[in-house]
């Protein structure tokens, strides 16, 4: 079955450590996002791509960098710069724009700085 | 400067009823709509679409209605299930510089009570 994999799902890192979140997906998918969750705030958008090796900052971008080496692979890495990462990451990914619009997220991951 | 907005945080029914969740949006290039229920600790579900050259969708007991002037949508569920308690998201998404840009609101947690 097609879809998008997260991993890990839970991760701990120290203060002043760089991690990264590995999202990969097997559907084909051209368009890949990374989406952080934070109580009260929604969804707010870290990064995106549409294409291999094109990738577009989101929103909240500071203290986050992604790479698309490979169209399935949509890797975030949380460095730290980023003066608070613990939240709850969601990678999505989006098929060629037509009639059926519809958007797959992977089950997320948990950051928590100790 | 939040593009998508879900103004009210809650909201409470009885099962059986209908349950009404109301979005704005303040980018009139937005093209596509999306609705997403979120179980704690899981990634979003897709639940319907619409595009902006339509007015209405329908699936199932979810109904998407789209009022482009007032930049409003609204999602109908009828009838409403204890098992439709959840947050819901609405978003939205526009091509920008190439890129499918997917922006969220807040959310509104949706409690059917038996």
């Known amino acids: 079955d097609g879809g998008i994999t997260q991993s890990p799902k839970y991760l701990f890192r120290k203060e002043g450590q760089n991690v990264t979140l590995s999202c990969e997906q097997n559907l084909n998918h051209d368009a890949m996002y990374w989406y952080r969750q934070d109580p009260g705030q929604g969804l707010r958008l870290i990064y995106y791509?549409?294409?291999?090796?094109?990738?577009q900052k989101g929103d909240i971008a500071e203290g986050y960098s992604v790479s698309r080496e490979k169209k399935e692979s949509f890797p975030l890495t949380v460095t730290s710069a980023q003066k608070n990462p613990t939240a709850f990451y969601l990678c999505?990914?989006?098929?060629?724009?037509?009639?059926?619009?519809?958007?797959?997220f992977g089950e997320g991951s948990w950051l928590t700085v100790v | 400067d939040q593009q998508v907005k879900q103004n009210s945080p809650s909201l409470s029914v009885q099962e059986g009823r209908i349950s009404i969740l109301n979005c704005d949006y303040t980018?009139?290039?937005?093209?596509?709509f999306l609705w997403y229920k979120k179980y704690p600790a899981e990634g979003p579900t897709f639940l319907i679409s619409i595009s902006s050259i339509k007015d209405k969708n329908e699936d199932g007991r979810f109904t998407v209605f789209l009022n482009k002037s007032a930049k409003h949508l609204s999602l109908h569920i009828v009838p409403s299930q204890p098992g439709d308690s959840a947050v819901y998201f609405c978003?939205?998404?526009?091509?920008?510089?190439?890129?499918?840009?997917?922006?969220f609101g807040k959310g509104m947690k949706l409690t059917v009570n038996p």
């Open positions: 978003a939205a998404s526009t091509l920008q510089g190439g890129s499918e840009k997917l922006v």
């Open positions: 999505a990914s989006i098929g060629t724009r037509g009639t059926k619009h519809t958007i797959y």
């Open positions: 791509s549409q294409i291999v090796n094109d990738f």
């Open positions: 980018n009139s290039m937005f093209d596509y």
